[in-house]
């Protein structure tokens, strides 16, 4: 079942002991992953950089449709990134609810998959009444050719506090972050027009207002005082780790050069 939609990648609920899997961590794994699995080790088709794996983490070479652990080898499984991939989403998604009690996914939003569209994206996805629906990109003869990823995702997010603040106050609006336990609902292809029309007509008012819940002027500032708070928290941490060497720069990963 869904639990929460995390503000970001440093709000998930991973209890201290937790063992911890991530499926996919490509070129910036989570620094929580204990142990970091990869189906492509020597290509970069997938990813925006070479593969790294940290010095506290175990790597190994494997498919994420197939996983090489027991079931519920771990406390706790991050997907980030990685499910607009995969040939069967189905299959994928199910051998993490094999192998971890809970977990995290994200992937680009509708949205998102507009502002920086990529060629090994294989569907688009969208979070409609607590479900993760994917939907085939093949169908929407999406044709965008410009990618905005190196502003929204590089840019404002280095120079501007006002989109920092809009991506935690509003952070499922270019990517879905969906963090979940035991299993969760998911539709791959879906044949009903009230779903499909998410991903292929223009969106009226009363789908934004059902995929963008609207909030009272009170929970809005709430949720605004919220982002200041955690923003000041952020950048509290990062000049205490640059302060005492815990920045987490390539001086403490190794660029992955097989096994």
Not at 183 to 193: C, M, T, Y
């Amino acid at each position: 079942m869904k639990t929460r939609n995390p503000k970001n990648r440093a709000d998930l609920k991973i209890k201290r002991n937790d063992y911890v899997l991530e499926v996919g961590g490509g070129h910036n794994p989570h620094r929580r992953s204990n142990v970091v699995v990869d189906k492509y080790a020597d290509s970069n088709y997938h990813r925006s950089g070479d593969l790294i794996v940290r010095n506290n983490q175990k790597f190994m070479e494997a498919d994420g449709e197939n996983l090489p652990f027991d079931k519920n080898t771990f406390d706790y499984v991050i997907c980030n990134q990685v499910l607009e991939h995969v040939e069967n989403p189905e299959r994928f998604l199910k051998e993490q609810f094999r192998v971890a009690k809970q977990g995290f996914i994200e992937t680009p939003s509708l949205i998102g998959e507009y502002l920086f569209p990529k060629k090994s994206h294989k569907w688009v996805i969208l979070e409609l009444e607590n479900k993760l629906v994917l939907y085939p990109k093949e169908k929407m003869n999406f044709n965008s050719v410009v990618d905005f990823g190196d502003m929204f995702l590089d840019y404002l997010p280095t120079h501007s506090i006002a989109y920092k603040l809009l991506q935690r106050t509003y952070p499922n609006l270019i990517t879905v972050r969906y963090e979940w336990k035991n299993e969760i609902e998911f539709i791959v292809d879906p044949k009903s027009p009230e779903l499909v029309k998410y991903f292929t007509e223009n969106w009226t008012q009363e789908m934004y207002h059902q995929f963008f819940n609207s909030r009272s002027k009170l929970a809005d500032v709430k949720e605004m005082l919220w982002a200041v708070g955690n923003l000041i928290s952020t950048f509290s941490r990062t000049i205490i780790n640059r302060k005492f060497g815990l920045s987490g720069n390539l001086s403490n990963t190794i660029k992955y050069k097989g096994v």
